[in-house]
């Protein structure tokens, strides 16, 4: 598991322990990958991307209530909701599900019933019953069926967020209040018998009728008897006994009977005191459980808002997740760009190809329409010349050489900062540029310094459809740093090479003081050898390494006599022994000064021949290295075309046709293919080797 991913389902984990209302909080990727805060949900043949969770949020592009449906990933019966998730382009990936039992919709709405007859729905947007109370009607009707009670209060459930109505249907009387508990119009119904409802009422009614009647005719006995036997002292309890009955009658149940005495009417008052407390109480009840049913209503209301709310957290999250991810593949396609660059510049010390490379590099990855790089001319450092260039029609642009005291690049020389001109507002410094603004919307020329130890030696130009964004300018200065660095190498390196050719040039000369028929001999066979392995396409360290080989290979004629040297006749058999001694003593040489394997082994090497019979190890075809081979043609054309002591100079053919003749057994047969190739095609090129003419082949 990698570290984003290992955060996601982190992240989900967490937000599953702060939202409790949640049973599982999931993201499901478009490749049915599934990111949870639980894995035990996950089952490994399932494919996630077809859950109604998914392709509906996916269809409706936000945030959606699902319908009632046994959960795949736990086998629970849940309600939910699912909102679509975007990546950095704002397309659609992967889709954030949370799923709620139904369990926990049933213990809420089982507590909100405040009558024990009272039938309590839930309702889906649609008017299909997702919940009854009763278990009777859910996932049977729809609120709209003519044959189903609610339907005459239809209308006003479906198109009204909250409401209370009166109907009547099959011969009943019903009362009915709704409200919604979700954007997605979901709604919550309680539904009364308004029959059972008065039955409640009118056995309180019944009651308190009863206990009125009773003590009426209570009263009347004893008005009766008072008549006869008592004083009209006895009628004034009998009095505030009636008014008190009646005031009760008439609702006021907190009114209580006040008789003095210890004979009957006072315990009928003290009765009817009694039972005006238990009527008001059961009021106070009622009222109570009334009022509760609202609170509960209104606990529905706020889960609802709390629900939503972490809805709305949770896409923030999301977002902000987004933009982090976003932000480090920005950082790391940056640093892409930067190993990538830097990779293409440590892979060449030539500066012609390193330059080449840069600005080919900087042009894809910038998307420019043109770019340039100008480094200053050492001797002037008001000029800036061109050393590569890369965009669109770039043979029309002719300008090798700017005087950064009068063109607009100057600016980024004199300040050492990034110079950015608008070509839609400014004045466009070259035609060419013109072209690049009406032809292809070009809009701006960012010129970026190139520096080393704080001194500015040349400049990275690059053509934009759009002004840089503070990423791309922050990219150009890494970049522009990283090509400072190597081209400061490259300078380097160039230098350190100049210097040891001329070290070896001296070395050269030595030989060549001792043997007068032999000057220039070295340095045309480093030309025709290094010719010959350019034709062969081998690379530019090989040719540079042969170029060095081709110059050293006779430095051990040092420690051979000039007597030997530069005898004007045949050798003795002693005397050649002494001759084939030069490679060895060159070997013996060279190997102390730090020179690469394969130049050493070409030096050694060079006089050995294809059937074993050269000196001084007598190596055969395929021991021999090839830069070996290659030199001993060089070194046998140039003999054959030069003066020796003991014969002219024959042509250049009568040197190419030997050369062929004994190729196989003598020299390497694709070697001596290849100058004999030369010969016919790039004839001139040996005609100005052959005449010591100058000639670079790196």
Request: glycine share 4%; aromatic share 8%.
């Amino acid at each position: 598991m990698d570290p984003q991913t290992a955060d996601l389902n982190a992240f989900l984990r967490d937000q599953n322990s702060v939202n409790l209302i949640f049973r599982n909080l999931s993201i499901i990727m478009p490749d049915n990958s599934v990111y949870t805060g639980n894995p035990g949900y996950l089952k490994p043949d399932i494919n996630y991307t077809l859950l109604f969770s998914y392709i509906n949020a996916r269809k409706a592009q936000e945030l959606v209530w699902l319908e009632s449906y046994k959960e795949t990933l736990s086998g629970v019966q849940c309600v939910g909701m699912s909102i679509p998730l975007l990546d950095n382009n704002n397309k659609a990936s992967g889709v954030l599900v949370g799923n709620i039992s139904l369990w926990t919709f049933e213990n809420l709405l089982s507590n909100a019933k405040y009558l024990p007859y009272a039938e309590v729905f839930l309702v889906n947007p649609a008017g299909y019953v997702k919940y009854h109370s009763g278990n009777k009607y859910s996932e049977i009707v729809n609120v709209t069926d003519k044959d189903f009670f609610l339907s005459p209060a239809a209308d006003s459930i479906l198109k009204s967020d909250e409401g209370y109505e009166e109907f009547s249907y099959a011969g009943k009387n019903w009362l009915c209040s709704f409200s919604s508990i979700n954007s997605a119009g979901w709604k919550v119904l309680s539904l009364i018998d308004a029959q059972m409802l008065q039955s409640t009422f009118g056995v309180m009614n019944q009651n308190i009728n009863r206990s009125i009647m009773s003590s009426g005719i209570l009263c009347i006995l004893i008005g009766i008897a008072a008549s006869f036997f008592m004083s009209n002292s006895i009628t004034t309890p009998l009095i505030k006994l009636r008014d008190g009955v009646k005031a009760t009658t008439e609702g006021n149940l907190n009114n209580r009977i006040i008789v003095k005495g210890d004979n009957e009417i006072r315990e009928v008052a003290d009765a009817f005191n009694e039972m005006a407390s238990n009527l008001n109480k059961t009021y106070t009840d009622l009222v109570k459980r009334t009022e509760e049913l609202y609170a509960n209503n209104e606990e529905l209301h706020n889960i609802n808002i709390e629900l939503e709310a972490s809805y709305g957290q949770l896409g923030a999250t999301v977002a902000q997740l987004n933009e982090s991810d976003a932000q480090l593949r920005r950082k790391n396609s940056e640093l892409q760009t930067l190993n990538k660059i830097s990779n293409a510049l440590n892979s060449t010390m030539d500066l012609s190809t390193m330059l080449i490379t840069v600005v080919n590099q900087v042009t894809d990855i910038t998307e420019s329409l043109a770019c340039t790089i100008r480094l200053i001319n050492e001797k002037d450092p008001y000029k800036l010349e061109l050393k590569a260039m890369k965009g669109i029609n770039t043979e029309m642009y002719d300008i090798g050489t700017i005087d950064i005291r009068e063109d607009v690049i100057g600016r980024a020389v004199k300040t050492g900062s990034i110079y950015i001109i608008d070509l839609d507002n400014e004045k466009v410094p070259h035609e060419y540029f013109m072209r690049l603004n009406k032809e292809h919307d070009a809009k701006c020329i960012v010129f970026t310094p190139i520096m080393v130890k704080s001194k500015v030696i040349g400049v990275l130009s690059i053509t934009l459809k759009q002004i840089p964004s503070e990423e791309l300018i922050e990219l150009l200065n890494s970049l522009t740093n990283s090509i400072a660095i190597a081209l400061d190498n490259a300078k380097a390196y160039e230098s350190l090479k100049q210097s040891y050719h001329k070290t070896v040039r001296s070395l050269v000369s030595v030989v060549e003081a001792k043997d007068q028929y032999t000057e220039s001999h070295s340095i045309r066979v480093a030309k025709y050898a290094s010719f010959i392995a350019s034709e062969l396409n081998y690379p530019k360290n090989f040719i540079e390494d042969i170029w060095v080989a081709g110059l050293l290979h006779d430095i051990g004629k040092i420690g051979i006599s000039d007597s030997i040297l530069n005898k004007p006749g045949a050798l003795t058999k002693e005397e050649y022994d002494i001759i084939k001694q030069h490679p060895e003593i060159a070997y013996k040489i060279v190997s102390k000064i730090g020179l690469r394997e394969n130049v050493l082994k070409a030096i050694k090497h060079h006089h050995e021949r294809c059937d074993g019979k050269g000196y001084p190890d007598m190596i055969k075809s395929g021991e021999i290295p090839i830069m070996a081979s290659i030199i001993s043609v060089a070194d046998a054309f140039d003999a054959i075309t030069s003066n020796r002591p003991y014969r002219k100079s024959r042509s250049m053919k009568q040197g190419i046709d030997e050369i062929v003749m004994h190729r196989g057994t003598q020299f390497d047969s694709t070697v001596a293919e290849t100058l004999k190739k030369v010969f016919l095609t790039k004839h001139e090129i040996l005609e100005r080797i052959y005449n010591d003419e100058e000639i670079e082949f790196f």
